[in-house]
């Protein structure tokens, strides 16, 4: 299968600061990528859809200058967290789709903590 | 909007057993994709099986089975000869169209007791 590649895979950030995630899709071109966060225990919850040249679609709730994303090509989108608070603490998943591929991808995760 | 229902919050069973996990889903499409994933303590989604809509046959993979009722919109999972390997939180999921976005049940956290 393919693999999407996820960086950072832990980060501590002080409270006010913004943190940056990058997800690669490493041999594919993902037409679309989807960020998720989870709570312990809990299921994914999709904060936003993105595809390469667009502006990301957001969910309902999902503060859209909070939660920066950026899909500039097709293997690299980019989360980021701005003016971070400690309830933004969690653990953030990117997925990576393509319409070569029936199932979805995901890197390995990012657990932000904030201080 | 598609809905996907996991009522069974946690599961067990003995290494070399059966389970089985249940999941039910809401749709009006004809024609979508479902999902079994795996999500081991190091939280890294792994796709267990997949089933196509439009086939009839239940998707196998080695040790892991789906009986996919489509009329009851039921997708259930079947592990057999449960390793302690298995032992992760199972979430079902339906995606609509290749590429689309996946709609994700609740998660069944599955434990393996040796």
């Known amino acids: 299968g393919a693999v999407v590649s996820q960086h950072p895979s832990r980060v501590i950030c002080k409270s006010g600061t913004s943190v940056k995630i990058e997800c690669r899709s490493l041999d594919f071109q993902a037409t679309t990528m989807f960020w998720y966060r989870q709570f312990p225990k809990q299921s994914l919850m999709l904060m936003a859809t993105?595809?390469?040249?667009?502006?990301?679609?957001?969910e309902q709730g999902v503060e859209k200058d909070k939660f920066l994303i950026n899909h500039a090509s097709l293997t690299l989108s980019t989360l980021t967290v701005t003016s971070a608070h400690p309830e933004d603490s969690s653990f953030y998943i990117c997925?990576?789709?393509?319409?070569?591929?029936?199932?979805?991808?995901f890197g390995q995760g990012t657990r932000l903590t904030v201080v | 909007a598609q809905t996907v229902t996991q009522s069974q919050p946690e599961m067990s069973v003995q290494e070399a057993e059966t389970v089985t996990l249940s999941c039910t889903y809401d749709?009006?499409?004809?024609?979508?994709?479902l999902f079994w994933y795996k999500q081991p303590p190091s939280r890294q989604m792994i796709l267990v099986i997949r089933q196509e809509a439009y086939k009839q046959q239940n998707a196998t993979e080695n040790r892991f089975s789906v009986n996919f009722q489509k009329a009851a919109k039921s997708f259930s999972l079947k592990i057999s000869d449960s390793q302690l390997g298995d032992a992760a939180m199972y979430f079902c999921?339906?995606?609509?169209?290749?590429?689309?976005?996946?709609?994700f049940g609740e998660g069944t956290q599955l434990t393996v007791n040796p």
């Open positions: 997925s990576a789709r393509t319409d070569r591929y029936t199932e979805a991808f």
């Open positions: 749709t009006s499409e004809s024609d979508y994709y």
């Open positions: 999921a339906y995606g609509a169209t290749s590429g689309s976005r996946l709609t």
């Open positions: 993105s595809n390469e040249g667009s502006k990301a679609t957001y």
